[in-house]
């Protein structure tokens, strides 16, 4: 994040790329189908199952990136809701622009991009917790009153931005 030139998009890009290298070719068209309801370039879902099934089957999958995960529900009150309990991004780092670049906006654009199922992370600064909506549309970072403004209190990064 700190090497010069570095940019927001070259982040997400990494991180995008990273997770679909993860799915394995199978993955992808398996869950587009039976998931998203994207059938012959067509997209008729996403299925109702879909949200609650991916938060289900998630924690197997993408524990060892970001933490330990339980099912829980969406902001909605809907199925489909994952709580992580300590995000390791935010715990190893405990920098905002860490936590929005090399996560939630690139795993939040990965869902909805290449496996057509929108997700909101809604990540707690204070506890390091991290709610995961399979199946809710995010909001815009400039417009999500849950997200503080500038670094976090503390941050390593803005110390050694400075420097």
């Given at each position: 994040m700190l090497r010069p030139g570095q940019t927001a998009e070259a982040q997400h890009r990494m991180?995008?790329?990273t997770l679909a290298g993860l799915m394995t070719p199978v993955m992808p068209p398996v869950y587009k189908?039976?998931?998203?309801?994207?059938i012959g370039g067509r997209q008729y879902g996403p299925w109702p199952w879909a949200p609650w099934l991916t938060s289900f089957v998630t924690p197997t999958f993408f524990g060892?990136?970001?933490?330990?995960?339980?099912?829980n529900r969406r902001s909605d009150g809907s199925l489909g809701g994952l709580v992580v309990e300590k995000c390791k991004f935010l715990q190893e780092s405990g920098c905002?622009?860490?936590c929005m670049n090399q996560c939630k906006l690139p795993a939040?654009?990965?869902f909805d991009q290449y496996l057509g199922?929108?997700?909101t992370v809604t990540p707690n600064f204070a506890t390091q917790e991290c709610q995961?909506?399979?199946g809710e549309v995010p909001k815009e970072p400039e417009a999500d009153?849950?997200?503080p403004p500038g670094c976090l209190s503390g941050c390593p990064t803005r110390e050694a931005l400075r420097e």
């Open positions: 991180v995008y790329d189908t039976f998931m998203s309801g994207v060892f990136l970001v933490g330990p995960s339980r099912v905002k622009g860490l939040q654009q990965f199922l929108p997700l995961w909506s399979f009153p849950r997200l």
